[in-house]
């Protein structure tokens, strides 16, 4: 398993960022509060101790707002171990009772460092633990100190990696769950996708129509409606063969995409039947776009079209009776030809 940080700290919304250090805060506030009712209380190692505090908490909320660099992100652990020092110092040494908060660091950075840099803060909580034992030496710090740092920075690894360890397995949890949840969405787009176009010319199919024209008739907005039919179909694929049939739908779709306006909507609804609707056009413009569209069938073939203008609170199976008829009428004049209404060739 990668220890590394699944998710970049930096990123975090400050309010999220001064949440999740109060915790930490708390503890050292309270700890500077204990051992400031030591009997003997060195103010000056105290003072700087609560700098330094002050220091490590500001460096961190900078940090996590990308001021400071990568190389330097174990900085206000560092400072903050420094603090601990001091006020263990000031406050009686060993009898202190202030130790524990060189935790805090560990925590800190278990939950949101890496592996090495969780090494360095360790080893950071052994330098500023032994470092008191051999610079200032008994009374405040006795020999049998040695042995406690040993076991305060064995225990201190332990939490720490084994913290880092749950935390990355909550994480890496939590990315797979979110990966799942991804592709189970694109699985649920591309089937949505599948259920509405038509295979073979990767137009809009018949479902996808029928919703299309009930939107339409709900926006109560002006509209053109055609179908059109390609003429002589079933000759041509028995002449031609199948496969040449379903070239002659593709590239006729195709070419068809091309001649629209944005907004207009073509789909195949049958084998060689395609519908069209045309959003807020006048007559003699869509009379003049379902000419463009006949002319660009391929192989020399021809087609015929019906058109209808959509009335007020018409239901779209009267809509497509009534376009169905305006084709009907195209084909029962030798076809090749557009009607609008009704109306002849």
């Not at 259920?195 to 926006?219: C, V, Y």
């Amino acid at each position: 398993m990668r220890y590394g940080r699944e998710r970049d700290v930096e990123t975090v919304p400050g309010q999220r960022v001064a949440a999740n250090l109060a915790p930490f805060g708390a503890a050292a506030a309270l700890a500077a509060i204990v051992a400031s009712v030591a009997t003997t209380v060195d103010w000056t190692l105290y003072a700087a101790a609560l700098c330094l505090g002050l220091l490590a908490g500001l460096i961190q909320l900078t940090r996590w707002h990308g001021t400071i660099g990568k190389t330097k992100e174990v900085l206000p652990s560092l400072v903050f171990l420094a603090a601990v020092a001091a006020l263990r110092s000031s406050t009686g040494g060993a009898n202190s009772g202030v130790a524990v908060v060189s935790l805090l660091p560990v925590f800190w950075t278990a939950l949101y460092g890496n592996r090495r840099q969780l090494c360095v803060v360790t080893l950071g909580v052994a330098a500023f633990f032994f470092a008191p034992l051999l610079l200032v030496g008994s009374p405040a710090y006795p020999s049998s100190q040695y042995r406690a740092g040993v076991l305060f920075l064995a225990v201190s690894a332990i939490i720490g990696f084994t913290t880092q360890r749950l935390v990355a397995q909550v994480r890496s949890q939590a990315d797979q769950a979110e990966h799942r949840e991804h592709a189970l969405e694109k699985v649920a787009e591309m089937m949505r996708k599948l259920s509405s176009t038509d295979e073979l010319t990767g137009l809009p199919n018949r479902r996808a129509w029928e919703a299309k024209l009930s939107q339409a008739l709900l926006d109560d907005e002006r509209f053109v409606l055609a179908m059109l039919d390609l003429d002589h179909f079933k000759d041509y694929n028995d002449t031609h063969g199948h496969p040449a049939g379903d070239r002659l739908l593709k590239e006729t779709a195709a070419a068809w995409r091309d001649e629209l306006r944005i907004g207009d909507f073509l789909a195949r609804i049958g084998g060689e039947e395609f519908a069209l609707l045309l959003p807020t056009c006048a007559t003699e413009d869509a009379l003049m776009i379902v000419e463009r569209l006949r002319r660009r069938v391929p192989y020399e073939q021809t087609c015929s079209a019906g058109i209808v203008v959509g009335e007020p609170d018409e239901s779209s199976e009267t809509l497509m009776d009534r376009v169905d008829e305006a084709l009907y009428s195209a084909k029962a004049s030798g076809r090749d030809c557009s009607s609008l209404s009704g109306s002849s060739c």
